[in-house]
């Protein structure tokens, strides 16, 4: 199957950023890389928070996702009448559980969902289609609950959120001996940046859904890049090295010859990992301005977005 044809069929609010413009081929003495699907859509981290709050980066690509998800409704049922599958999965972070709840501590699900019909909606959307939900580091509290699980081998495609490579010091893996610890700051400082951000709403200063807090990126203004190789390897390369030796082992699987992650909201991919023996790729974000995703079939692969 290709992407341009049947994939995005026409939709110009669909476009790929990778490889200039272009689907990435898969070498044909790895075809198939799927084995109980005919395609295969990756969305990665997407931080629902509460709706009104000024911490929540989500709620301007929240119209793009739910026309996004129509548009794979739409292709499931059209590939089901040729008898083809469609596999979609999230990646994990699809709720910001690490700022302040409305009656607790921290977010909880329900709260996040139930803040904007558009959030129900698009939750809804996502189980209609069956969606796979893997967990991440800032929903790591979905790993007890039926449905949503660490990684998933697909064929040849190996999918996790993508934090196990970060170390103590990072205080982004769930794994790490002080992660509790960090939590329990970071959940300070956002509510000390709530606090001092309500204040500024009282006194006019800014607007109500102004973001005003460290380290959240607004979101408002749409983000459609795909960021160079150079800053990638600058900043996440501890990641690409991990998944690279992770897959030169391949301790899932001997035929595992794809890697898809997400968690840096960095879109990437690596096509000669190992000397071309694998493929890595990091599906980039659904936040923050982002609006990527993953395409593979036993033919091409790419990241694209979805144009607000």
């Given at each position: 199957?290709?992407?341009?044809?049947?994939?995005i069929?026409?939709?110009?609010?669909?476009?790929i950023?990778?490889?200039?413009?272009?689907?990435?081929?898969?070498?044909?003495?790895?075809?198939?890389?799927?084995?109980k699907?005919?395609?295969?859509?990756?969305?990665?981290?997407?931080?629902m928070?509460?709706?009104?709050?000024?911490?929540?980066?989500?709620?301007y690509?929240?119209?793009?996702?739910?026309?996004?998800?129509?548009h794979?409704?739409?292709?499931?049922e059209?590939?089901?009448?040729?008898?083809?599958?469609?596999?979609?999965?999230?990646?994990?972070?699809?709720?910001e559980?690490?700022?302040?709840?409305?009656?607790?501590?921290?977010?909880?699900a329900?709260?996040?969902?139930?803040?904007?019909?558009?959030?129900?909606?698009?939750?809804?959307?996502?189980?209609?289609?069956?969606?796979?939900?893997?967990?991440?580091?800032?929903?790591?509290?979905?790993?007890?609950?039926?449905?949503?699980?660490?990684?998933?081998?697909?064929?040849?495609?190996?999918?996790?959120?993508?934090?196990?490579?970060?170390?103590?010091?990072?205080?982004?893996?769930p794994?790490?001996?002080?992660w509790e610890?960090?939590?329990?700051?970071?959940?300070?400082?956002?509510?000390?940046?709530?606090?001092?951000?309500?204040?500024l709403v009282?006194?006019?200063?800014i607007?109500?859904?102004e973001?005003?807090?460290?380290?959240?990126?607004?979101?408002?203004?749409?983000v459609?890049?795909?960021?160079?190789?150079?800053?990638?390897?600058?900043?996440?390369?501890?990641?690409?090295?991990?998944?690279?030796?992770?897959?030169?082992?391949?301790?899932?699987?001997?035929?595992?010859?794809?890697?898809?992650?997400?968690?840096?909201h960095?879109?990437?991919?690596?096509?000669?990992?190992?000397?071309?023996?694998?493929i890595?790729?990091?599906?980039g974000?659904?936040?923050?301005g982002?609006?990527?995703?993953?395409?593979?079939?036993?033919?091409?692969?790419?990241?694209?977005?979805?144009?607000?």
């Amino acid at each position: 199957m290709k992407i341009k044809k049947d994939f995005i069929k026409g939709n110009k609010k669909i476009k790929i950023i990778s490889n200039d413009g272009k689907p990435y081929p898969i070498p044909e003495s790895w075809q198939p890389v799927l084995s109980k699907c005919d395609m295969l859509v990756v969305i990665p981290d997407m931080h629902m928070y509460i709706y009104n709050s000024h911490l929540d980066n989500f709620k301007y690509g929240a119209d793009a996702m739910i026309k996004f998800l129509n548009h794979l409704s739409v292709l499931k049922e059209e590939m089901e009448l040729e008898d083809q599958t469609l596999r979609i999965y999230q990646l994990g972070d699809l709720y910001e559980q690490r700022f302040p709840g409305l009656h607790g501590p921290n977010a909880t699900a329900i709260e996040i969902r139930m803040s904007h019909p558009s959030y129900d909606q698009i939750v809804n959307s996502m189980n209609l289609i069956r969606t796979h939900f893997l967990y991440g580091n800032h929903d790591f509290e979905l790993r007890h609950f039926p449905g949503f699980r660490f990684a998933a081998l697909e064929g040849k495609v190996y999918v996790e959120h993508g934090f196990t490579p970060d170390s103590w010091k990072d205080f982004s893996n769930p794994n790490a001996p002080l992660w509790e610890v960090s939590q329990f700051l970071f959940l300070s400082i956002r509510e000390i940046n709530e606090f001092f951000a309500h204040l500024l709403v009282k006194a006019s200063v800014i607007e109500k859904d102004e973001h005003y807090s460290w380290g959240v990126a607004s979101g408002k203004e749409p983000v459609y890049d795909y960021p160079s190789e150079k800053e990638y390897i600058k900043n996440y390369g501890h990641c690409l090295n991990y998944f690279a030796e992770r897959m030169k082992k391949n301790p899932e699987n001997k035929e595992t010859k794809i890697t898809v992650i997400g968690h840096t909201h960095h879109p990437y991919i690596k096509t000669d990992v190992n000397n071309g023996k694998h493929i890595f790729i990091d599906a980039g974000a659904w936040t923050s301005g982002r609006s990527d995703f993953v395409v593979i079939t036993n033919e091409e692969l790419a990241i694209c977005c979805y144009q607000r």
